[in-house]
């Protein structure tokens, strides 16, 4: 069975720090795909990215980046000169090629507060 | 403007008294879906639809119902709701259900039940 795990519940940091955010999944599929998402105070919930499993290439997009390594089955995020706008809670989620349903299994995430 | 929309965003109603939550796409999904919210325990599926007239239970799909008559058209529906049905819900859409794809949420409809 599918499951994912973001051990930090609560991050602080001050406006322009770097926050990283860790995320380590569990899956039997060789094929899968990892999403990040974001879900502000007013509680919708906003798709930031996504990798698939044959793509162990790591990116840059605007202060986010991504750290995936298939090795330790883990997908970090990290925010560069984090802004106040970036605090809301931050979710990790898998879904797997042929599970059934499409389900998107989320980590219990983590709550970044960037204070100014 | 793409979206998924969800209506109403905020819900108290009593204990038995049938209640739908809407949800619409506009942006030709074929795959559509429903979770809940729940504190420590994290975001569940409810339904899921692969396309048109094709529904399927998740993990969580007492208490509820859905239809999938257009497309762009997912609906939630509880005939008898129960407090333990208080929840935050949210509907998703995605290209297809493939995986492969993101999804993307509506707003959330908070939904108390008394």
């Known amino acids: 069975a599918q499951k994912v795990t973001q051990a930090q519940t609560e991050i602080s940091v001050v406006e322009k720090e770097d926050v990283t955010l860790d995320c380590v999944y569990e899956?039997?599929?060789?094929?899968?795909?990892l999403f990040w998402y974001k879900q502000p105070p007013s509680g919708e919930l906003v798709f930031l990215i996504r990798?698939?499993?044959?793509?162990?290439q790591n990116e840059i997009s605007g202060r986010y980046s991504w750290n995936f390594q298939k090795s330790t089955s883990s997908f970090n995020f990290t925010i560069t000169a984090s802004q106040v706008v970036d605090s809301a809670v931050y979710f990790c989620?898998?879904?797997?090629?042929?599970?059934?349903?499409?389900?998107?299994?989320f980590g219990g995430g983590t709550r970044v507060l960037v204070k100014p | 403007e793409a979206q998924v929309t969800q209506n109403p965003r905020y819900l108290i109603t009593v204990t038995g008294k049938k209640l739908t939550v809407t949800c619409s796409q506009n942006?030709?999904?074929?795959?559509m879906s429903w979770y809940r919210q729940d504190p420590g325990l994290g975001l569940r599926q409810i339904y899921y639809?692969?396309?048109?007239?094709?529904?399927d239970k998740g993990d969580v799909p007492e208490g509820y119902k859905v239809s999938r008559k257009e497309k762009r058209n997912f609906p939630l529906i509880l005939e008898s709701p129960s407090p333990n049905q208080t929840s935050l819900y949210f509907c998703?859409?995605?290209?297809?259900?493939?995986?492969?794809?993101?999804?993307?949420f509506g707003p959330g409809t908070r939904l108390t039940v008394t």
């Open positions: 998703a859409s995605s290209i297809t259900g493939q995986g492969s794809y993101e999804q993307y």
């Open positions: 899956t039997r599929d060789t094929t899968y795909y």
């Open positions: 990798r698939n499993s044959f793509d162990e």
């Open positions: 989620a898998l879904s797997e090629r042929w599970a059934a349903g499409n389900k998107l299994t």
């Open positions: 942006m030709n999904h074929e795959y």
């Open positions: 639809s692969m396309n048109v007239e094709v529904t």
